[in-house]
């Protein structure tokens, strides 16, 4: 290729192997029908709008029709825009910031099925990659207006969204460093301390989110934890402390 080209290789048939991993010749035979965006700008542009144009191109919008006499007649009798964005977020969510998941899925005890609801946030951008890869705090309560969804609460949760961070129990991690002092990573006292953050951090609407977070909250139920699974974490963790000495070294 000369200086300005670039090849696009859509239908994969190669003659022999083109020694890039598969270890076999490629024959792509299936008919094939991509929507390829290109973004050719500097480099500041390409790496802000990849990302959002990526987002675009996987999660287009749903069209509906319906039958009218003639336009006017439809939009005097119905609206034809509307947005559940708060008033806080006229533009929508941080340029950088990706509504991942909004569900009704959570079942609490004192609520029933489906009486909550999971939020999931990303951050898009890598730490350097483009002048969006910044922190940017959210409220939960004002993401949506209020008679779309009314925040009571929020807890933060693992990814999955079926363990509050605050009644997580990791595995402790022991390394050796080259002077043969071991040090814990995740010991009981540093674990208590996060648990205890995490439960006055989820009093709070207002989140963070740092380059490439993914945070997980539910909202308006206080989670179902079921307490054999936390007294086997427990136990599991204490066996871990107790007879793992050395987990790894370098």
């Known amino acids: 290729l000369r200086d300005g080209e670039f090849e696009m290789m859509l239908q994969r048939r190669c003659l022999q ?52 006499d003639t336009i006017e007649s439809y939009t005097s009798n119905y609206n034809t825009s509307w947005t559940a964005m708060n008033a806080a977020y006229p533009n929508g969510l941080p340029e950088n910031l990706f509504l991942m998941q909004l569900r009704y899925v959570y079942s609490g005890s004192a609520v029933g099925l489906n009486g909550g609801m999971v939020m999931q946030l990303q951050n ?11 922190e940017e705090t959210v409220d939960l309560a004002s993401v949506l207006k209020t008679n779309v969804l009314y925040v009571r609460n929020s807890t933060e949760m693992n990814l999955l969204a079926f ?7 990791r595995l402790p991690w022991n390394i050796e460093m080259d002077d043969g002092e071991v040090i814990t ?6 674990e208590d301390k996060r648990r205890a953050l995490q439960k006055v951090k989820d009093q709070s609407p207002t989140v963070q989110l740092k380059p490439r977070d993914i945070r997980t909250y539910v909202l308006n139920v206080g989670p179902d934890v079921p307490t054999e699974t936390i007294k086997k974490d427990i136990k599991k963790t204490d066996r871990m402390m107790a007879g793992s000495g050395k987990l790894y070294s370098r």
């Open 17 to 68: 192997d083109d020694s890039r991993g598969v270890a076999e010749v490629l024959n792509t035979t299936f008919h094939t029908q991509p929507q390829v965006m290109i973004i050719m700008d500097n480099a500041e542009t390409t790496a802000n709008l990849n990302r959002r144009y990526f987002q675009i191109q996987q999660f287009q919008h749903s069209f509906f029709f319906t039958l009218t």
């Open 124 to 134: 898009m951008f890598e730490t350097n990659e483009s002048s969006m890869a910044k």
């Open 163 to 169: 363990i509050p961070l605050a009644n997580l129990h």
């Open 185 to 190: 990573i995740r010991d009981e006292e540093s």
